[in-house]
């Protein structure tokens, strides 16, 4: 099995910045990318980021490429998320995830393992 913390939400002021973090642990060793998702009150989980473990392939959501970044640390099965410029409608809870799939990484269904989100709130 294969388990998901994340880390580093919390309560901030429109145009601040965080960093989310996601450590792996478990079975680790056959996944071959992780990602994040949000979910605000009332609407859908949608993509936010991923990226191979290697590193060598990284994807965003369009809306959002420029202001987050996805980075990883492999040697610690750890992945990143650094969000820039946070605006109010950034407010979600934000889930880390991963999968043994090599294709459809922006893709909720192509996840394996979920964490238990962590809440980002931004305040104006």
């Known amino acids: 099995q294969v388990q998901l913390v994340e880390s580093g939400g919390g309560l901030v002021q429109a145009g601040d910045s965080l960093r989310l973090s996601c450590a792996a642990s478990?079975?680790?060793?056959?996944?071959?990318?992780m990602g994040w998702f949000r979910q605000a009150p009332e609407k859908e989980r949608e993509f936010v980021a991923s990226?191979?473990?290697?590193?060598?392939?990284?994807y965003y959501a369009p809306s959002l490429k420029g202001r987050f970044t996805i980075s990883n640390d492999n040697a610690k099965n750890t992945v990143f998320l650094e969000m820039d410029s946070l605006k109010p409608d950034d407010t979600a809870v934000y889930y880390c995830?991963?999968?043994?799939?090599?294709?459809?990484?922006?893709?909720?269904?192509?996840?394996?393992?979920w964490g238990q989100g962590t809440q980002v709130t931004v305040s104006t």
């Open positions: 995830a991963s999968t043994h799939n090599t294709i459809l990484l922006t893709t909720l269904s192509s996840y394996n393992y």
């Open positions: 478990g079975r680790t060793f056959s996944l071959y990318a």
């Open positions: 990226i191979s473990r290697a590193g060598d392939r990284t």
